[in-house]
């Protein structure tokens, strides 16, 4: 019976072994599901008192470690005013994915080798460097995905050798960030008055 599925197996595992970073990144992300109301509630607990150079710093740290942000964004719409609050969240961010594409192999989790980054990537060989960074940008405004994958393509789409390529992955990286998060604590700010 094993032999019959043997095949099968080893696609899986090919699938696996090619994407190994983003199937790495998954185990911690479900991981972090398993524990979202002990770490929201630790998140709200600890820093829900800091003044702003230190919530950026512990957004920092949570951001290249991949571990959920969420509570903190929203408790930066509480404590602090849209603009301040939108670029307590932007700047960590941003350093964040820097710091990954700096790092890929060990902040990044490796996504940049994986299969379909690659992909991914190949559609954008004949898309100029502006639009490039346009459809990063709204690539990065995009709340769901997480910030290695990002960088991920990032490196890929804007390959870091040039320092052209650098600025515009952090300018696409800063834009869309600061969108999603700007709409973020306004949704903040709105729930909180209902």
Known sequence: MISKYKHLIKKIWALIYANKGTFLLAAVLILFFFFKDESSNFIINNFSKLDIVSFGLIYYVLGIFCLPTLPLSIIAGQLYEIIPASLAITFPVTLAIFTQML????????ISSDQYIEKLAKRFLKINKLKKMLILSLVRA??????????ALTLRVLPPQKKINILLSLISAFLGTYLIAFITVIFVKVSSIF
């Open 142 to 151: 995009n709340p769901a995905l997480p910030l290695p994958v990002y960088s």
């Open 103 to 110: 790092f890929p192999r060990t902040f990044g989790f490796g």
